[in-house]
T-cell receptor, first 114, second 113 residues
Framework: DTAVSQTPKYLVTQMGNDKSIKCEQNLGHDTMYWYKQDSKKFLKIMFSYNNKELIINETVPNRFSPKSPDKAHLNLHINSLELGDSAVYFCASSQGGGAGETQYFGPGTRLLVL | AQSVTQPDIHITVSEGASLELRCNYSYGATPYLFWYVQSPGQGLQLLLK??????LVQGIKGFEAEFKRSQSSFNLRKPSVHWSDAAEYFCAVALYNNNDMRFGAGTRLTVKP
């Protein structure tokens, strides 16, 4: 069983479209995250979500919004896609949000905006 | 400013040779320190982590890392590299919680036959 899964694996879309990426974890974890990895492999945290508390990295545009229907899911919605949004997006989860907690990553969603 | 640096963008080693990947951090206090590996087309997997205690930390897949406070370093080592170790390696730090986790730029490891 995959611990953290993401769909779709690949997403190609036009500029201006709205898209969603789904994430599910079956580890029973309380905290989930979204990361963006750019073309230079640089990883940056976008959001963390714990018990309905959302913490947003201040550099993330408000076109990005995470939505959590339940503890096991944290989906990422992106409005008005831009060329610069092309990247690999990783979902992750951990038992708690503390600094020592191990994060488990999904396989990534490769987004290409044309 | 808080930062984590991996000085080597790309390293090539021969199979069976030893490996050391460098990581330096700049924080006011000792943060939690992590090494993750990313195989091609995959997500990240934790190799090992450190916060306190024994400064030599053992991880999975035969990796170890040594924390040196005086040098603000947390270098990753493996005595004998296997072809399957070819991947991207990321050092990461977090001070108070995972919301402030920062990753280094990564080191790409190539293994020669």
């Amino acid at each position: 069983d995959t611990a953290v899964s993401q769909t779709p694996k690949y997403l190609v879309t036009q500029m201006g479209n709205d898209k969603s990426i789904k994430c599910e974890q079956n580890l029973g974890h309380d905290t989930m995250y979204w990361y963006k990895q750019d073309s230079k492999k640089f990883l940056k945290i976008m959001f963390s979500y714990n018990n309905k508390e959302l913490i947003i990295n201040e550099t993330v545009p408000n076109r990005f919004s995470p939505k959590s229907p339940d503890k096991a899911h944290l989906n990422l919605h992106i409005n008005s896609l831009e060329l610069g949004d092309s990247a690999v997006y990783f979902c992750a989860s951990s038992q708690g949000g503390g600094a020592g907690e191990t994060q488990y990553f999904g396989p990534g969603t490769r987004l290409l905006v044309l | 400013a808080q930062s984590v640096t991996q000085p080597d963008i790309h390293i090539t080693v021969s199979e069976g040779a030893s490996l050391e990947l460098r990581c330096n951090y700049s924080y006011g206090a000792t943060p939690y320190l992590f090494w993750y590996v990313q195989s091609p087309g995959q997500g990240l997997q934790l190799l090992l982590k450190y916060f306190s205690g024994d400064t030599l930390v053992q991880g999975i897949k035969g990796f170890e890392a040594e924390f040196k406070r005086s040098q603000s370093s947390f270098n990753l080592r493996k005595p004998s590299v296997h072809w399957s170790d070819a991947a991207e390696y990321f050092c990461a730090v977090a001070l108070y919680n995972n919301n402030d986790m920062r990753f280094g730029a990564g080191t790409r490891l190539t293994v020669k036959p």
